[in-house]
């Protein structure tokens, strides 16, 4: 299982990215997925999450209605879409899921929100 997170990067806030999550090694479409985050000096906390069976989502109160998850089965990747971005928003994200009963974690990337 190997996890790829990429689209990371500074932007000013207000401003959006789109981060994206290329999955290989499981079959895609049966797992949840999600994104967490960690910025310095805090802990790794849940962002944005989606089922494998019907897609329902779940976010963060802190990023509800700016961010949103989804994924493409065909391509095997999770995105998260962030609008509005805000200096809090700064961290590294990660994508994470559980296949076999085990967690799988990406390298991360980082999104650093400054003017």
């Known amino acids: 299982v190997q996890l790829v997170e990429s689209g990371g990067g500074l932007v000013q806030p207000g401003g959006s990215l789109r981060l994206s999550c290329a999955a290989s090694g499981f079959i895609f479409s049966r797992y949840g997925m999600s994104w967490y985050r960690q910025a310095p000096g805090k802990e790794r906390e849940l962002v944005a999450a989606?089922?494998?069976?019907?897609?329902?989502?779940n976010y963060a109160d802190s990023v509800k209605g700016r961010f949103t998850i989804s994924g493409d089965n065909a391509k095997n990747t999770v995105y998260l879409q962030m609008n509005s971005l805000k200096p809090e928003d700064t961290a590294v994200y990660y994508c994470?899921?559980?296949?076999?009963?085990?967690?799988?974690w990406g390298q991360g990337t980082q999104v650093t929100v400054s003017s």
């Open positions: 989606i089922r494998s069976a019907g897609g329902s989502t």
């Open positions: 994470t899921g559980v296949v076999r009963f085990q967690r799988y």
